[in-house]
């Protein structure tokens, strides 16, 4: 970041949208420390992280794209314990909370980067999906490049508390996950049939 500056940092939070391992949490508390030793300003830090942000989205949303509805669908048939209703009920839920998810997704960590890929797949209108990425985004890297500038040299701080919410969001997943898994295996049983 020092070398390459505000886009520097930009760039690998681009990339951090790519690669969801690499934490944000401990890239942008670094990008503010950076930019509170005069390496470039904390407004340039926000603006840069914030378009490394929408870039990295952008690329997601596209490969959503790309890869297509259909092709989707396809997949989503072969995978065992779920069954077309299951897609066709979230396909419903994000047509009516769409927006909702791609601004609020933005905070919430392992969210951030995969909530763009479904508003491909769904064809978004990529002026909305870029507007609330922008705003979504804007809001928590502005927090913790804020957080960092002002921690200074204690910026890694910042890393314990969104590492207890990270844990906590991982937590619920799995405990969907195993709940989801128990459900559908009980019903399959119930009706008779064997699971693929």
């Given amino acids: 970041m020092e070398r390459l500056g505000g886009p520097g940092a930009g760039l690998v939070i681009a990339l951090e949208n790519l690669f969801p391992p690499l934490p944000s949490e401990i890239i942008l508390p670094l990008a503010g420390f ?8 904390v407004a340039g830090a926000i603006f840069w ?7 990295g989205a952008l690329a997601l ?3 959503g794209a790309v890869f297509g ?3 989707f669908r396809a997949v989503w048939g072969t995978l065992p314990l779920v069954n077309m209703d299951d897609l066709d009920r979230t396909e419903a839920w994000f047509d009516r909370h769409g927006k909702k998810a ?6 919430i960590p392992i969210f951030r980067s995969l909530i763009s890929i479904p ?3 769904e064809r978004m209108p990529l002026l909305l999906f870029a507007l609330l990425t922008t705003a979504g985004s804007l809001i928590w ?3 913790f490049v804020l957080a960092g500038y002002q921690l200074g040299e204690n910026w890694h701080l910042v890393e314990n508390y969104a590492g207890v919410f990270q844990k906590i969001v991982i937590a619920a997943v799995l405990l969907f996950a195993v709940w989801f ?7 399959r049983r119930g009706s008779g049939t064997e699971t693929r």
């Fill in 181 to 187: 898994v128990v459900t559908r295996v009980r019903s």
């Fill in 61 to 63: 949303y596209t490969l």
């Fill in 102 to 107: 791609i601004f609020f997704g933005r905070m």
């Fill in 49 to 55: 992280t914030t378009m490394g942000s929408v870039v």
């Fill in 141 to 143: 890297n502005t927090i």
């Fill in 34 to 41: 950076t930019a509170s030793q005069g390496s470039f300003s």
């Fill in 119 to 121: 508003a491909g797949i």
């Fill in 69 to 71: 509805r259909d092709r």
